[in-house]
């Protein structure tokens, strides 16, 4: 899961990634190895995401479309919040993979409610050294001359990463509007329940320069898999999630 930072959630405020707080979000564990050389295996992973009396399910699926890589997250309100007129909210990020780096080509976002100033498309042309952005009502052409991600794939970038050892992944991400630098700051172990299961997790700041602390648990037992996020705003729990279910949780 964000899995789950302005994530795009149809109840959160804010950035997509926190709203994948609502959102983010992603997973596997003890099943066909996470990456496989120059592959990526496909995965499906679900989330509880909760802010305040809102509850929200969250899905992210990792699947193959030729020789290329469509990152998928569908955020969908529950309970008496689903009643309130919102369609389901979908990020995607389409991206190749190669030499252990995700190089995205597309991402885009929309978060149900039909409202052409909330979509984000964000187009990378590495070849050109630009990306051309929709955000907020408004056009943006950046410059592209460094590694950046998008608002999905930076998370399954810090999962490769850690696997190759890197302590404190750091990304430039791409949030429709600009370039903001994600520093992954490790702030000490837990073991959490899922499915009847302990598994071992690292708790990580997501240093985003924001005035919303973002918190990642991921666990080394699922090759870093996200399994709880957490959003805090001057001292207080703003949203949360928990990994529910995934195509690998055996």
């Excluded at 899961?1 to 596997?28: F, Q, T």
């Excluded at 995700?102 to 050294?129: K, M, Q, V, W």
């Excluded at 810090?158 to 600009?178: C, F, K, Q, S, W």
Aim: charge should be positive; glycine fraction near 6%.
């Amino acid at each position: 899961m964000h899995l789950i930072s302005d994530w795009n959630c149809p109840h959160l405020k804010g950035h997509y990634l926190e709203a994948r707080v609502m959102s983010a979000l992603v997973l596997m564990i003890l099943a066909p190895a996470f990456c496989l050389g120059t592959e990526l295996e496909p995965f499906s992973a679900t989330y509880t995401i909760s802010r305040a009396a809102f509850k929200a399910e969250r899905t992210v699926e990792l699947s193959r479309d030729g020789s290329e890589y469509l990152l998928t997250a569908k955020t969908t309100l529950k309970g008496l919040a689903s009643l309130a007129g919102r369609g389901t909210a979908v990020e995607t990020s389409r991206f190749q993979f190669t030499q252990d780096r995700i190089i995205p080509i597309l991402y885009t976002a929309h978060d149900g409610t039909g409202n052409p100033d909330r979509i984000i498309r964000i187009e990378f042309d590495f070849s050109s050294g630009v990306t051309r952005a929709q955000a907020r009502g408004s056009e943006h052409l950046l410059k592209l001359d460094q590694e950046v991600f998008d608002p999905l794939t930076f998370e399954l970038m810090a999962r490769i990463d850690l696997r190759n050892g890197v302590t404190e992944p750091h990304y430039m991400v791409h949030e429709g509007d600009r370039l903001r630098p994600y520093q992954f700051r490790r702030k000490g172990t837990e073991t959490i329940m899922v499915r009847r299961k302990k598994l071992n997790t690292v708790r990580y700041l997501i240093d985003r320069q924001s005035s919303r602390q973002l918190y990642y648990w991921l666990s080394p037992d699922l090759d870093h898999l996200m399994v709880q996020l957490r959003q805090v705003h001057e001292g207080k729990t703003k949203a949360s999630g928990i990994l529910t279910w995934s195509s690998l949780l055996l």
